[in-house]
């Protein structure tokens, strides 16, 4: 197996964690949610700009896809949100999320475009 297979790899299972991580935090009880950084709009950035990143490596989700996945997904995650005990669903929440979707991709490009220089790997 060569390193471009073996990281593509590496990068597939982190963006399957990340997605898992996100959709198991979006839907805990608020009082079992643990929040890193005093803003909650700051934790949905740098979290979807993580998921992004990676999940951009999945089959189905390159490019754009991504982007509409996660936006989507961070939607139906703050609609459920009125249904969860202690958490409350916020549109500033979902325009996080969805900016940090956004920023993911375009360092996912811009990291796909510095490897493939460096090393000469053809696009896929």
Sequence with gaps: MDIERIGRRLFQVAGV???????????????????????????????????????SSLPGLR??????????ASLAFEGLQMFIPGRSPGLDNWLASTAGALIGLALAWAFAAVVRSRLSIAPR
Excluded: K
């Excluded at 490019?63 to 989507?72: D, E, F, Q, T």
């Design 17 to 55: 964690i990340c997605l898992l991580t996100i959709t198991v935090l979006s839907v805990l009880p608020g009082a079992d949610r643990p929040h890193v950084f005093g803003s909650g709009n700051v934790e949905h950035v740098i979290a979807y700009i993580g998921t992004a990143f990676f999940a």
């Design 63 to 72: 490019g754009w896809r991504v982007v509409l996945l996660l936006s989507a």
